[in-house]
C-alpha cells in the first residue's frame, strides 16, 4: 500500500479516507486575527500600496477547525501549511509586462504596519517599491525578512497555534524560490541584521561583494535556518508530537547548492530541525515565467526522468530513516486537458517516485481535476500499488 496526501481538499474527509488517503494539508494561512490579510491594490507605475479592508478571518479559521476536526473523525492525520515568509503575491502576476490591468493582492498586515520588516534586494528596495512586473524576482511575490528576529517570532506564533489551537498534526513550511531569468542567487537578504552581521565577521559592506560569494549567500540562508531551530523549540515545548515539513520545488536537485537559494535543507535535515521533506513536481504547465533554478531549461514541467534523478538526489542525502514524500502538481493547465488524461500522468508520476524511494504521494489538484471521479479511482489505485 501506498500512503498517500492530499494536499488542501476541498471533498470530505470521509471521501478521501475511502480513496486511500491517509493525510490532508490544508493552507491555512491568513485564518488568525493576529495575522490577518488585507487586501490591497497596486496600480503600474505606482509608488507603494493603497490599502483596502482587512478580510475577515472569523469564517475562515471556523473552516479549518470543522475540517480538522472532521479529518480526525475520519481517521486522517492533518497538516495545517504556509507559505514562509510570504507577504504577498499581485494578481496578475502570471501575465506578460507590460500590465494594463491594476492588479489586486493580498499582504498580511503585519507586513503593512511593519514595512521596514520586507526583505530587501541589494539596491535597498523592497518588494512594495518594486513596479508592478519589475523582474526582481520571477514573480511578483514579496517576502518579509527572517533576519529580523521579529518576523520569526511572527512566524512561528502562526504555525504554533494550528498545532495547539486547532489540533494539527504537523505543520508544512513551503517556499517559492522563484528567480528572475537565467538568475541561480536569491536576490534577497539584504537586510539590515544581516549586513551588520556580515560587516561585523568579514570588515566589509556585502553590497560590494558578488550575490553568490559563499560567505553571504550562506549567512543569508542561516536565518531560515534559525527560523527552523525556534519553530522545533516551540513546538517541542507543546508536549507532543508535531511534524514539521518542508515541501517545495527548485531546491532539490543541487543539495550543495540549495543555501544559495536561501534554502539550505541539508542542514534542517542534519541538524534533525525538520521531519519530512516534500520535493515538488509539476506535471502541467504552472504559467510560473521559465525560471526554475533546478533545470538547466529553466522550466518548471517535469517528466519522469527528471522526477526519478530528483528523488535519487534526495535519498541518497538524507538515507532510508527519513521521511520523504514527492508530490505532484496537477492543476488546471491552459489546455484544459481531460481529467482521465491527467491521471494517467498522475498515476505514472506515482509509479515513478514510489519506485525511486519515496515514502509516499502527495498530490495537489484544483476544483476541476478534484470533482472528477476518474482521479478518485485513479487514486486508489496508487494507493493499491495497481499502477
Not at 497596486?42 to 473552516?63: K, Y
Not at 488524461?341 to 506515482?350: D, F, K, Q, S
Request: proline fraction near 6%.
Amino acid at each position: 500500500m501506498v500512503d498517500i496526501e492530499f494536499v488542501d481538499p476541498g471533498a470530505a474527509a470521509a471521501v478521501c479516507a475511502a480513496s486511500g488517503v491517509s493525510k490532508v494539508v490544508h493552507y491555512a494561512q491568513g485564518v488568525l486575527e493576529s495575522h490577518a490579510w488585507v487586501a490591497c491594490e497596486r496600480r503600474p507605475g505606482s509608488d507603494g500600496i493603497e490599502i483596502g479592508a482587512p478580510e475577515q478571518t472569523e469564517a475562515g479559521a471556523r473552516l479549518l477547525k470543522r475540517r480538522i476536526d472532521e479529518a480526525h473523525a475520519a481517521g486522517l492525520r492533518v497538516d495545517a501549511y504556509s507559505i514562509l515568509g510570504l507577504a504577498g503575491v499581485w494578481a496578475g502576476s502570471r501575465h506578460q509586462v507590460p500590465r494594463v490591468i491594476e492588479p489586486v493582492g493580498r499582504v498580511p498586515r503585519f507586513a503593512v504596519d511593519h514595512p521596514e520588516f520586507m526583505s530587501k534586494a541589494r539596491d535597498g528596495r523592497s518588494w512594495l517599491a518594486w513596479d508592478v512586473g519589475e523582474p526582481v524576482l520571477g514573480y511578483d511575490v514579496g517576502y518579509l525578512a527572517l533576519a529580523h528576529p521579529e518576523v520569526r517570532a511572527y512566524a512561528r506564533r502562526e504555525l504554533v497555534a494550528f498545532a495547539r489551537d486547532f489540533g494539527a498534526d504537523g505543520v508544512q513550511l513551503e517556499f517559492l524560490p522563484v528567480l528572475a531569468a537565467g538568475e541561480r542567487v536569491w536576490p534577497l537578504g539584504y537586510d539590515a541584521p544581516a549586513l551588520a552581521e556580515y560587516r561585523r565577521r568579514f570588515g566589509v559592506d556585502p553590497r560590494s561583494r558578488s550575490a553568490d560569494d559563499p560567505a553571504w549567500a550562506r549567512l543569508r540562508a542561516d536565518y531560515v535556518t534559525q527560523f527552523f531551530r525556534e519553530l522545533r523549540h516551540d513546538l517541542d515545548a507543546l508536549g507532543r508530537p508535531v511534524e514539521v515539513a518542508a515541501a517545495t520545488e527548485g531546491i532539490w536537485a543541487r543539495p550543495d547548492e540549495a543555501y544559495k537559494l536561501g534554502l539550505d535543507w541539508p542542514a534542517w535535515v542534519e541538524e534533525g530541525l525538520v521531519d519530512a521533506v516534500y520535493p515538488r513536481f509539476f506535471l502541467n504547465d504552472p504559467l510560473y515565467p521559465p525560471s526554475d533554478p533546478s533545470n538547466e531549461s529553466g522550466c518548471w514541467l517535469s517528466d519522469i526522468a527528471r522526477i526519478e534523478r530528483e528523488m535519487a538526489t534526495v535519498r541518497d542525502l538524507v538515507g532510508n530513516g527519513f521521511r520523504v514524500c514527492a508530490t505532484a502538481i496537477a492543476s488546471n493547465a491552459p489546455e484544459n486537458e481531460p481529467v482521465p488524461v491527467l491521471v494517467e500522468r498522475i498515476v505514472a508520476a506515482a509509479r515513478a517516485m514510489v519506485a525511486s524511494g519515496s515514502d509516499g504521494f502527495g498530490i495537489y489538484v484544483d476544483a476541476r481535476v478534484g470533482d472528477d471521479d476518474a482521479f478518485w479511482a485513479g487514486l486508489r489505485r496508487i494507493h493499491e500499488g495497481r499502477f
